[in-house]
Each structure stands twice: as C-alpha cells, then as structure tokens.
C-alpha cells in the first residue's frame, strides 16, 4: 500500500515537474521574442539630446523616437563596433574618421532634407562633410570646452584666466575634469608645452603629458563625463573649478550662481557636431527626417537659448536676436568662432595617450 | 505478410532490451537525478561553460586594427604582468573585496543573530525587512549613497546643522572607503541570510548545556554558537567577496581615482581601450585569482578549526 502511494505521489510529481519545465521553456520563448515592433528610430548621441524642443517636427510627425546616450565617443564607437544597432549618431568632427574606420556610416540623401540649404556654406566646407563626394555627416552646432569656475570662491582668476587653475595647489581636491581624453587630457599635452597637443606619436610628448597629468589626478575630486555631476559639484561648492561645455554654464548661470566660463589665456577648446546615419538602418526614411528636424529653426533656437551653443543655421541666430546672443557670449560667424580658440582634431596615437590615462589615474 | 505472421519470442529482444534499459535508467538514482538536472545542467553549459571557453579562446587571440589576429598566443597575459598597472589594480580589488566581506560579515552578524535568537514572533517581516533594500535597483543604492556621503549630503550637511564642523568634510566620498561602505550595504542581504540559516539551525539544547554546565554568555558564545554558525559565516564571506572583485558600477559612482578596480580596467578594455582579447585575459587572471584566495580562505579556515580543536 505504501509503495504504490509512494508511486502515485512520484508520478504526480514528474507530471508537475514536466508541466514546469514546459512553463519554463514558454516563458524563455516569450522573453527571447521581440518586445514590441520597433517602429522609431534609435539617435545614439550626448546626453541632454533627447530634450524634445530639439526635434519639434519630428515629435510632432512620429512622436518620440528611442534614445541611448553614450559617455563619451570613444565609448560610443567601441559600442557601435560590438553590434550596437542604431540609426542615427551625433559625433563630432575630431572623431569622424574613426566613426568611418568602423564602416557604418552611410551617405546622407540631402535632396530628403528641407532644410540643408539653410546650413552655412563655410560648414557645409568643414572635412568630413563630403566623402567622394557625397554627404556623409550634417553639421548641426558648435561650441566650446573650457573651465567654468566660481568668481566668488576663486576670484583671483577673474581678469586672469587659464587652464592653470585646475593644476593650483591652493585649489587640491576642489577642481574637476571630464573623463575623457579630447576634452582633458590634451590640457595636460598643452601646458606640458608640447608643440601639438593632439598629436602624441613622439614618447617624449606622451612623456610630458604624463608627468602633467599625473599632478592633475592629485588635483581632481574626481573625473566624470555627466554634465549633471560637474554641474552640481561646481553649484555645491564642492569643486570651484572644472572642464565643462557651454551648456553647463548656461544652467548654472540661470540657477544665480557666481560663475564664469573661462577664455583661458592658452585658448579654449572648440568643437563642432553633427549627426550621420548608421549604413543599414531600417528607418532610413525617419533617420532623414530626424536630421532635418534638428535644422528647423525653432530646434537651433532653442538649441541657442538653452544650451548656449553655435547653431548651423544663419536663420536660428537672426531670430535669437543680438542682445540674447550677446549675453550667451555667442558669436554668428562659426569660422570666427572656430578659428578664436583651439580646434579639436582627431587624436594621433590615442591608443598610447588612453593607457597612459588608466596609469596615471591608478596612481602609477 | 509479415503482419500476419504470428509473434515469435526472437522479435521480441529490441523492445524487451529497451524496456530493460529504461527500467534501469529510472531504477538508477544518479540517471534520473541528472534527468532531473538535465534543464539546469543545459544551462549551466550554455551560460556558464560556454562562455568561458569562449572568454579564454578571445584571451589567446590579439586585437588588431578592425579585428583580430587568430593566431594563439599569451601576448595578453605577458601584457597583463609586464604593465604594472594590472596586478596593481587586480590586487587592490582582492583587498578592497576582503575589506567589504569582513565589513559587511560582521555587521550582519548581530543582524542575523538578533532575528535568530530574540525575535520570537513575526520573523518572517524581519527577513522581509532585511532584503527590503533590495527591492530597488542596485544602481539607486549606489547613488543614494553619494547622497549620503556626498559633499553637502546628509551627512555633512548634519553635522554642520548640529554644529560638529563648520566646513563640510570632503574624505567621505570618491575613496576606497567610500567604495568598502556601499559595497558593504549593497551586499548586507546577502550576508545576513546565510549566517541567520545556520543560527537558527543551532540546537538550543546545547546553549542550555553549555548554561548548565557553567559557562557564561561570552564563552556560550564563542565555544558554542559561533563554531556552530561558521558555515553560514563562510558562506556569507565568499557570497559577498567573490562578486565584489569584478565590480565596476560602484567604483566609478563613488571611487573616485584612488578606488578604481580591476572591473574598471576590464571596463575600458571591452569600452574605449577596444581591446576585447585584452579584456579577455584580465578577466581570466582575475578568475583564477579569485579562485586561489578562495581556496587560501577555505584552507585558513580549516587549520584554523584544526587548531581550535
């Protein structure tokens, strides 16, 4: 009698266990399948750049499109290269050739953008626009990295500006830099006196960034590239000086704060941006008209007015107005702008120069 | 024709063999547990095996422009030793690990020993409260403790408030302590329940015995209950040190430059360095490494309980 009971509850017991492998292999087969049906394109980009006021038509045409924001570009590039699918990018021009080097950039049809002809000639000539001859990156702004500081925590500084201020003992452990080796790094190469500080293929230079770096990583609270970190370390008082772009100081000036951004006398850093379209994707037509969203002047005016940033559009800064382009410190020309600070070029040996980074920033 | 022949015993011997077989099978203790095992031992090799030999296989490879260079060879591994960088790194990882284990063992004890032995109702909310932390993500976690830590966080900013400083302190944050601290909450949970399994599996006679036969609370304690409750402690140790080597949310969040650990390097191996065969082999000598201390751990403490004896 035992037996048998004993073999009725087995038996139950395998059938149960079946029933939940079954639910088991079911519940693997419902997760591997597709959420959703991807309908909207992926814009793989900075942070900050899924504000909607940057894509009115867009939003308004398709609603939202999907959105992933890298740290910096060389992460950015490393993910693309590992399969990462997305539709469209927002690199920058020092960064162009090795967003090429990965195959992935494919042609943009300007004949699908309304707005191309408003984008200004003297960009539409920058390298990188035109790959034999047919238009493979879309300017869309520019804009500067620099030091913002407080003038009230370090007014010493005011009147007598430089990237110094990141390397002075007096301010150890209150400074903050970006994590990254085209808006940092290369600061060291510059006042480590190398004749080109973009190009580090001689050890000697490589050498004299190290030795400089190696006194900013004593210096800095810490490394980020969030702009939201630096922000609120310079707004707490926690740092009184740090690498940030334009946008940041346009926030943190509307918060009251006391602060500047620096024209340092060594020259600030300058940048331009703009958006390509990953070869294969599936939204060809939505990539295209996402890109020309970013043109329409309400999208550049508001790129002006919230972020602080060069736009490539005559039409956007004419409907800003002067005073407001006066108080934001922009300038209409791009080639002037460009050419008053340093331009940022691709990086020769980044290789040496980012493990150089990891050494130092491991205290070796 | 062959239908209607009649049955003859020599067709019989396939099925009849199968049937042996199968009564044999399931007359088999160890067949039909891994029967049983079967889904989770697939498992285990598709996503535990697999990608190890994978990793490895990458680890022999070399990283050249636009792909890889097939060849096998240890230039990684020689890499790995030759830059200081590495075993640096990779050993201040395995101290921080042990610096969080031993933190976080030793706040759970009194944890899991209060739910033990003085919570008489109601247990299972105290459990309940215990992973409740858990409930949201690791990442939150991490962050609330740079609130917590932060500059004018809430530490700072009551101390100020009651008048302890003036100056906000700024080592809270962005150091190796601060790493070990929040590593050491993140991972609480994971110490406290094994440790509360094994005190509440003592036999409370045997507390009683020790009473009776004389020996105060302290010595009860440390002849009795903790020998008893060392497997739940070991456990606890490896189930916080092992995970915590390879982590790389928490030292970027609140490391700084001084905590980074060898999860960061891997981090920027597979990232920005884009040197995955690289990566591939610190992941490997962190592995191994990993192994080694805890069999050293597992060793010490069977001497220890040798000698104890």
Same mark, same amino acid.
């Given at each position: ?20 492998? @079954? ?26 750049? &899924? ?7 867009? /939003? ?11 740290? &910096? ?16 990018? #927002? ?11 990965? +195959? ?23 390298? +990188? /626009? ?23 925590? *370090?007014?010493?500084? /005011? ?26 790094? %290369? ?23 190290? $030795? ?6 004593? =210096? ?34 509307? =918060? ?12 600030? #850093?300058?940048?331009?941006? @703009? ?5 294969? !994707? ?31 559009? =005559? ?10 382009? =006066? ?20 990086? /020769? ?16 | ?47 535990? *095996? ?31 030793? &030759? ?14 690990? *042990?610096? $969080? ?55 700072? !900013? ?5 008048? %302890? ?15 070990? %601290?929040?590593?050491?909450? *993140? ?9 509360? $399994? ?6 409370? !006679? ?17 002849? $009795? ?85």
């Amino acid at each position: 009698m035992k037996t048998k009971h004993h073999h009725a509850v087995e038996r139950r017991a395998r059938a149960g266990l079946s029933a939940l492998c @079954g639910v088991a292999v079911l519940a693997l087969g419902t997760l591997a399948a597709p959420v959703q049906a991807q309908d909207q394109p992926l814009l793989f980009s900075w942070p900050g750049y &899924d504000a909607k006021e940057l894509y009115p038509d867009y /939003v308004a045409r398709h609603g939202m499109f999907r959105f992933t924001a890298w740290g &910096d570009e060389e992460e950015g590039v490393a993910k693309l290269k590992s399969g990462f699918n997305a539709d469209v990018i #927002m690199p920058c021009s020092y960064k162009l050739p090795k967003w090429r080097a990965t +195959g992935r950039i494919a042609p943009i049809d300007t004949s699908r953008l309304k707005n191309w002809p408003k984008v200004m000639a003297s960009l539409k000539q920058m390298d +990188g /626009v035109m790959v034999d001859g047919k238009v493979m990156w879309v300017p869309i702004d520019w804009g500067n990295t620099s030091v913002v500081y407080r003038t009230d925590l *370090a007014p010493e500084y /005011v009147g007598k500006e430089s990237w110094e201020i990141l390397w002075d003992p007096k301010y150890k452990g209150r400074v903050a830099a970006f994590d990254s080796l085209v808006d940092a790094v %290369v600061v060291a190469g510059l006042l480590a006196g190398n004749p080109d500080m973009f190009d580090y293929s001689d050890p000697a230079h490589l050498e004299a960034a190290r $030795v400089k770096m190696r006194e900013l990583v004593n =210096q800095v609270k810490f490394f980020s590239n969030d702009p939201t970190t630096l922000e609120q370390a310079i707004a707490s008082g926690e740092v009184v000086a740090a690498t940030v772009w334009n946008e940041s100081v346009v926030r943190l000036k509307k =918060q009251g704060l006391k602060v500047a951004y620096m024209n340092p006398k060594e020259g600030m #850093m300058t940048w331009v941006c @703009g958006l390509s379209i990953i070869a294969g !994707s599936e939204h060809m037509d939505k990539a295209h008209e996402l890109i020309d969203a970013m043109l329409a002047t309400p999208s550049r005016v508001w790129e002006i007015e919230n972020f602080g940033y060069g736009v490539s559009t =005559q039409e956007a800064f004419e409907a800003v107005g002067d005073e407001k382009l =006066q108080a934001l410190g922009l300038s209409k020309n791009p080639e002037q702008a460009l050419a008053a600070g340093i331009f940022q070029k691709p990086i /020769v040996n980044e290789k040496g120069l980012q493990e150089m980074f990891d050494e130092v920033k491991a205290g070796l | 024709m062959a239908t209607t022949l009649p049955r003859t015993p020599s067709a019989e011997p396939p099925a009849g063999v199968l049937a042996r077989w199968r009564r044999t099978l399931w007359a088999s203790e160890s067949a039909r547990g891994y029967g049983l095992l079967s889904p989770t031992l697939a498992l285990l090799a598709v996503a535990m *095996a697999a990608p190890i030999v994978v990793l490895v296989g990458l680890s022999l490879w070399t990283q050249v422009d636009g792909g890889y260079d097939k060849t096998l060879t240890l230039a990684n591994y020689e890499t790995f030793f &030759d830059k200081r960088i590495y075993p640096l790194i990779l050993w201040r990882s395995l101290n921080i690990s *042990a610096a $969080v284990a031993l933190v976080t063992v030793l706040l759970a004890y009194p944890a899991a020993y209060f739910i033990a032995f003085k919570v008489t109702r109601n247990k299972m909310i105290w459990l309940i409260l215990i992973t409740l932390p858990f409930w949201t993500s690791y990442l939150l976690r991490v962050f609330s403790w740079k609130i917590i830590l932060g500059y004018n966080g809430v530490i700072n !900013s009551g101390l100020i408030w009651l008048g %302890v400083i003036t100056e906000p302190l700024d080592f809270l944050v962005y150091n190796v302590s601060a790493v070990v %601290v929040t590593l050491a909450h *993140a991972w609480a949970a994971f110490a406290i329940l094994p440790i509360y $399994v094994s005190l509440e599996k003592i036999d409370r !006679s045997l507390i009683e015995a020790a009473h009776d036969l004389g020996e105060g609370p302290v010595m009860t304690f440390l002849r $009795v209950t903790l020998p008893l409750s060392l497997p739940g402690v070991i456990a606890a140790t490896l189930l916080v040190f092992i995970p915590t080597v390879g982590d790389y949310v928490t030292p970027k969040l609140v490391g700084g430059n001084t905590g980074i650990m060898i999860g960061n390097l891997i981090q920027s191996a597979f990232g920005r360095g884009d040197n995955w065969p690289l990566g591939a082999a610190i992941s490997v000598v962190s592995m191994l490494t990993i192994t080694l201390a805890v069999c050293v751990f597992l060793f010490g403490v069977s001497r220890l309980k040798a000698l104890l004896r």
